[in-house]
Nanobody, 129 residues
Framework: QVQLVESGGGSVQAGASLRLSCAAS????????VGWFRQAPGKEREPVAA????????YYVDSVKGRFIISRDNAKNTVYLQMNSLKPEDTAVYYC??????????????????????WGQGTQVTVFS
């Protein structure tokens, strides 16, 4: 069992930056792939970014490429999401999720929610113009 706790959300002006953290406890975190997802009011949950167990490969949805950076520090059992140049459309509850890091034949596979079995409670990010 892995417990995940997100932090770092807040309310910021467009163009600002935030860094989200996802702290894990329980089983060893290092062998798990991790994804960030978000859900805006009235919308379905959508993927944001994902990272392999060793941080060697990362994946992003097109809407955040070049602005967001996912990274991890397995020694600290923490995954980060650095969000730069935030836009109002980034407003959502952000969730991190972890799951066994099996190989995928397509990059999109790493961003599918079904890949992840442990989920955090989420942290709110609000971007105002």
């Amino acid at each position: 069992q892995v417990q995940l706790v997100e932090s770092g959300g807040g309310s910021v002006q467009a163009g600002a930056s935030l860094r989200l953290s996802c702290a894990a406890s329980g089983r060893t975190f290092g062998g798990y792939g991790v994804g960030w997802f978000r859900q805006a009011p009235g919308k379905e949950r959508e993927p944001v970014a994902a990272i392999r167990w060793n941080g060697g490969s990362t994946y992003y949805v097109d809407s955040v490429k070049g602005r967001f950076i996912i990274s991890r520090d397995n020694a600290k059992n923490t995954v980060y999401l650095q969000m730069n140049s935030l836009k109002p459309e980034d407003t959502a509850v952000y969730y991190c999720a972890a799951g066994p890091d099996y190989y995928c034949t397509s990059d999109g596979c790493y961003l599918r929610p079904a890949r992840y079995i442990y989920w955090g409670q989420g942290t709110q990010v609000t971007v105002f113009s």
